[in-house]
């Protein structure tokens, strides 16, 4: 029986399960670009481009491999749509593809398959260490899920940082009290660059092609540096390895002006696009751990991300969805300040993290988290639009590991459910991990009135607003004790202070 091989946009391996065995003189491959999936959400330019620019590289490697190749271009149909009419038109009666990382996808691919009554294969994705049997495995009977103890699970299971005996190398499990310092008062000093690569000639073409076609989107194509083949990928990871993963852990949460990238690896659209696979980059991290002799607080504080965070999110999205996309635990209504499409705010430390992203189409995890995400939670605005931001504006946005990053660990939407804490800070935050706040307009440490700080004003307001809920949490009753030492009627100053704020966010 002739089969249709689906490849994603977001699935471009060379050694992809769904390849194996493919029949050349029977099956054939389809690819598909949807227009509809570059406008759904408004999405930066850069993000637009790698997505076309690596399919088409992958698409010329299948060819030069001999594969049989449908490769439909700016299609203005859904990929669903693409593929009825293929499996129709080529009379095929075996759908195969690799698990689509976004739920709806994989729902609306399963149902077309019952639709035509056609046979569905779907092979689970290589590019993760747990697959959603073992997750859920996990989950039963947890009364709290929680990234520590999955992680350490997943740490035992592949035997990563652990002796014989299943302990933790270096006899602690983490390392985040030696990492996530803040930058020198003077400064970050000199930072190796990140492996960047000049746009060939089928990238220009697509560069040219969104400056056309996309030209009302958000963000910049001036800086689009970011690898789109395979090789190039493991060029950026043999250099993230070679000069930037020593001081990882270290500065892994600090900020500062005219710095996009830190000493951060840049990987995850490779991690994503499935350029790269998770397996090689820790690998790679451990042979350098042992040959440069390097910290374990780095190595354990970078691989906590690809073998913890990034397992577990994607874990929890396949548990939660369609729930997660709806969950608004605070029942926040406000809609989105328009500046966040454009950088145009006062506050210094947004124009960085929202600047960079709109030129690069990247900001590190703190700035997502802690910036843009902690203004967006204190901010009360409606999840579904700060999902659907980050969702358009990073390079590496894909839903699986956008949303619950987004509503699940910024907006805390989904409650404690995967989170034991909303994760909100005040200006101190801050100004202790940037150098942002010496150049802003606001002051840090003002809660009220002339000059305040709209996150610390929000910060407290906040707390005053939940008192009660972080009050019950041994991990937040702390916060609440500092509410202790504001008096009533600065308390009450703070309120009124926020309120405006809240009713005008646009002018912030
Ligand atoms: P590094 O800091 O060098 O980390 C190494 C790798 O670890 C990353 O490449 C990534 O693959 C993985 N990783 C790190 N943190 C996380 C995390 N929290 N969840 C999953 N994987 C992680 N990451 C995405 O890949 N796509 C997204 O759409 C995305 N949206 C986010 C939205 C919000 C609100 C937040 C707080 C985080 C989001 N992240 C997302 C996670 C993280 O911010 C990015 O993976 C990271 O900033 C990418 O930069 P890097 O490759 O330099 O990462
Ligand atoms: Fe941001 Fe407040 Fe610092 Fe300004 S003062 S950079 S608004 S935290």
Redesign the pocket.
Same mark, same amino acid.
């Given at each position: 029986m002739k089969k249709l091989i689906l490849i994603l946009g977001d699935q471009l391996d060379v050694d992809s399960v769904a390849l194996r065995g493919i029949n050349p003189k029977t099956d054939e491959v389809l690819m598909v670009e949807s227009v509809n999936e570059a406008k759904h959400v408004w999405s930066h330019k850069a993000r637009i481009a790698l997505f076309l620019s690596a399919m088409r590289h992958f698409a010329e490697y299948l060819k030069s491999q001999g594969f049989s190749l449908t490769y439909i271009e700016r299609s203005p149909f859904t990929i669903v749509e693409e593929l009825r009419s293929k499996i129709i038109s080529g009379k095929f009666a075996h759908l195969v593809c690799v698990e689509p990382g976004e739920w709806r996808l994989k729902q609306s691919i399963e149902a077309l398959a019952l639709e035509l009554n056609i046979t569905l294969e779907v092979l689970q994705d290589q590019h993760f260490y747990c697959n959603h049997e073992e997750f859920k495995g996990w989950v039963a009977n947890k009364k709290e899920l929680r990234l520590e103890y999955f992680y350490r699970l997943m740490r035992k299971t592949h035997g990563i940082l652990v002796d014989q005996d299943g302990n933790p190398e270096g006899g602690q499990w983490n390392f985040d009290r030696d990492n996530r310092k803040p930058f020198p008062k003077k400064g970050p000093g000199l930072i190796p660059p990140p492996e960047l690569f000049e746009p060939d000639l089928l990238t220009k073409a697509v560069l040219a092609e969104v400056q056309e076609h996309y030209s009302d989107h958000p963000g910049s194509l001036e800086h689009f540096q970011w690898p789109v083949t395979r090789q190039q990928a493991l060029l950026a990871l043999e250099g993230f390895i070679e000069y930037r993963l020593a001081t990882?852990g270290i500065y %892994?949460d600090a900020m500062w002006t005219d710095t996009p990238?830190g000493w951060?690896? &840049?990987?995850?659209?490779s991690?994503?696009l499935k350029l790269l696979n998770?397996r090689e980059v820790i690998d790679a991290v451990l042979v350098a751990w042992k040959k440069h002799d390097l910290e374990l607080a780095t190595v354990e504080g970078?691989i906590r991300? =690809?073998l913890g965070?990034?397992e577990f #999110?994607r874990g929890m999205y396949y548990l939660d969805m369609p729930q997660m996309a709806l969950d608004n635990f605070y029942d926040h209504q406000n809609a989105l300040p328009a500046w966040y499409w454009t950088g145009e705010t006062k506050m210094k430390c947004m124009q960085e993290a929202i600047g960079q992203t709109l030129q690069y189409g +990247? !900001?590190?995890?703190i700035q997502? &988290?802690m910036v *843009?995400?902690n203004f967006a939670l204190l901010a009360e605005v409606l999840p579904k639009e700060v999902c659907d931001w +980050? &969702?358009a504006i +990073?390079v590496? !946005? =894909?839903e699986w #590991? %956008?949303l619950p990053? *987004?509503a699940g660990? !910024?907006l805390f939407a989904s409650g404690g459910r995967f989170t034991s804490k909303p994760y909100i800070a005040s200006g101190a935050y801050i100004k202790r991990m940037s150098n942002y706040c010496g150049s802003c307009q606001y002051k840090p440490d003002i809660r009220f009135g002339e000059g305040a700080c709209p996150m610390t004003t929000l910060y407290w307001n906040f707390l005053i607003k939940h008192r009660t809920q972080f009050e019950a949490s041994p991990r937040t009753r702390l916060m609440t004790a500092n509410l202790s030492r504001i008096s009533e009627a600065d308390q009450q100053a703070i309120q009124t202070h926020a309120k405006g704020l809240l009713g005008d966010l646009n002018s912030l």
């Open positions: 990882f %892994e990238f951060h690896s &840049l990987l995850s659209s991690l994503n998770p970078f991300q =690809i965070w990034r #999110v +990247y !900001a590190h995890h997502r &988290l *843009t995400g +980050y &969702l +990073y590496d !946005a =894909i #590991v %956008e990053n *987004t660990m !910024a």
